[in-house]
């Protein structure tokens, strides 16, 4: 007992600087995830005080401090505006579609490429279907604009082909969010569902050999086997999709809209873009910004509420 209790107390007695050093390598590879977080998540925090004082950026960095202080002001002259109904029905319109369409395109690919028998095939599928997302987002742009041109575009050639007449997809109110939507899942789709084959790969392979001589076949396996299984993933990255709502992908709209599409394209994050940062707004944009920070928060703890009361394990 004294032996038992002797090297509980050394234990105990052991400082944080014996654990650095034993597990340093350990460390050293969460390093630069935790820098990343901390330079530019973290330490960006501090100019949120600009939301609530009337900076301008000829002030300089001791303008953050000596700038008035408004409140409220550009909060409440956002919502004053004419565009502020638009730009949140906007974002949230896409939001939703993205939520709608987006999130599960790569639960179903995941569930169809488990279902691939031919290994060399299944790899060559992965990989094509992976490759997009380390596309830059220019060039996903011009991919977009150039399968969809009027004068040269495959579609629009196949549209000629048939006898109708073209359409200015990037230019159509009724056409761009479709456009947007589906160029987003092509790019992120495959890399969505490594998440979920790595959790189908994990379930007992017993479940299902005992599902096939209780004769069920493919579709019953995937309904009552596989699906229940990746539930946890499932709701895991729904909390996070639903907290992230309203960043719409403000890069992807950037690079494919124009003043033809503005009243259905433009969203939170592009106007502050526009506002904050060309037009020199830094105050307007920082507060509209954490407007959209709080939203997301409010999101999330909804979520993850929510999926708590379904009885499913939530983030915390």
């Known amino acids: ?6 090297i509980a107390k050394g234990k105990e007695s052991r400082s944080l600087f ?29 100019g949120l005080i ?28 956002f919502f004053a505006s004419r565009y502020s109904f638009e730009l949140i029905r906007n974002t949230f319109l896409i939001s939703f579609y993205h939520l709608l369409w987006g999130f599960p395109a790569p639960i179903i690919l995941a569930l169809m490429l488990n279902e691939i028998g031919q290994r060399h095939f299944k790899k060559i ?17 011009s991919l977009v604009r150039n399968v969809t041109s009027v004068d040269s575009g495959i579609i629009n050639s196949i549209i000629r082909f048939f006898g109708a007449d073209p359409i200015f997809f990037l230019g159509s109110p009724s056409h761009f969010r479709s456009v947007l939507i589906i160029s987003s899942i092509w790019q992120g789709g495959g890399w969505g569902s490594i998440v979920y084959l790595a959790a189908i790969s994990g379930l007992d392979q017993e479940l299902y050999e005992a599902a096939v001589v209780d004769g069920a076949g493919w579709l019953r396996k995937i309904w009552h086997i596989t699906l229940p299984g990746i539930l946890p993933v499932i709701c895991i990255l729904l909390i996070f999709r639903i907290g992230d709502l309203l960043s719409v992908g403000q890069e992807r709209i950037l690079l494919l809209y124009s003043p033809l599409v503005y009243g259905v394209s433009d969203v939170i994050s592009t106007y ?22 709080l939203v997301d928060l409010v999101l999330t703890l909804g979520a993850n509420y929510a999926i708590k009361k379904l009885g499913q394990e939530g983030l915390w």
């Not at 901390?38 to 330490?43: G, Q, R």
């Not at 609530?52 to 408004?70: C, D, L, R, S």
């Open 125 to 141: 599928v992965q990989t094509i279907s992976y490759l997009p997302h380390f596309l830059s987002m220019v060039i996903v742009a």
């Open 18 to 46: 014996f654990y650095l050093k034993k597990d340093k390598f350990i460390y050293l590879l969460i390093l630069p995830g935790v820098l990343y977080y901390l330079i530019f998540k973290y330490v960006p925090m501090f």
């Open 272 to 293: 502050v873009y526009r506002v904050g940062l060309i037009g020199m707004n830094y105050s307007f944009g920082a507060a509209i910004g954490f407007f959209n920070s």
């Open 50 to 77: 600009i939301a609530f004082k009337n900076y301008h950026p000829f002030f300089g960095i001791e303008g953050i401090f000596t700038a008035p202080w408004v409140g409220l002001e550009h909060i409440q002259r």
């Open 1 to 6: 007992m004294k032996l038992t209790a002797s």
